[in-house]
């Protein structure tokens, strides 16, 4: 089993709607979680961390459910300018330590 | 502020040469880390320095990979000699440390493609 694991999607989804996508983990006892956007061969750009319950940013909202070991993001009100592979990361220990990614999920707004 | 920069952005080397990627983290960031994505893979870890001092390299796939951060600023990954496998994009990330923030930002990748 993967340490990290994402469905890649391809997701396709129409302006405006709302999408959601899961990342799940295995450690337990990882400690901090991250949302990383990433656009073709671009680097992946931190769009948020998930250090406790939750946060939301805007559209944007991510959600953390320890019993099950995996994080959630909820995008509501897409655009286009969304469409983006979205990557999960996690820190096994609290903080500066090393990244485990998943294979990210692919989204494509469609207009 | 500038971000975390890379150089180069692209190289082409043969099987047995040597190639150097360099790596500028943000201005005052202590922890510096080196990522790889192999084709069709996931981002992978390959090492962390905190300031000068590797602080986790357990990621470095063999003893062909040499990282060096002197001085505690901008750091070195050296393939010395490069093999068909050592082929994808490098990704360079740096963090504040204890002083302040953990989250870690990319710089824009050295593609490495060894023919």
């Known amino acids: 089993r993967k340490e990290v694991e994402q469905d890649p999607g391809p997701f396709n989804v129409p302006e405006g709607a709302t999408v959601a996508f899961n990342c799940t983990y295995s450690?337990?006892?990882?400690?901090?979680f991250f949302w990383y956007r990433q656009d073709c061969r671009k680097e992946p750009k931190l769009l948020m961390s998930v250090y406790s319950s939750g946060n939301e940013d805007g559209r944007f909202t991510a959600q953390l459910n320890r019993a099950s070991q995996y994080i959630s993001l909820l995008i509501r009100d897409s655009k286009l300018s969304d469409s983006a592979t979205y990557l999960c990361?996690?820190?096994?220990?609290?903080?500066?330590?090393?990244?485990?990614f998943g294979t990210g999920t692919r989204l494509t707004i469609i207009p | 502020e500038a971000g975390v920069t890379q150089f180069p952005s692209h190289s082409v080397i043969e099987k047995g040469q040597t190639v150097t990627l360099r790596c500028d983290p943000i201005s005052g960031h202590d922890n510096l880390y080196w990522y790889r994505r192999v084709m069709g893979k996931e981002i992978k870890f390959l090492l962390h320095f905190v300031k000068e001092s590797k602080q986790d390299e357990s990621g470095m796939p063999n003893n062909r990979f040499l990282a060096e951060r002197t001085g505690g600023t901008y750091s070195t990954l050296k393939v010395q000699p490069a093999e068909l496998e050592d082929s994808g994009v490098y990704f360079c990330?740096?963090?504040?440390?204890?002083?302040?923030?953990?989250?870690?930002?990319f710089g824009p990748g050295t593609r490495l493609t060894v023919t």
């Open positions: 990361a996690v820190d096994f220990y609290f903080g500066n330590e090393k990244l485990t």
């Open positions: 990330a740096s963090s504040q440390g204890a002083s302040g923030s953990y989250e870690q930002y």
């Open positions: 450690n337990s006892a990882s400690q901090s």
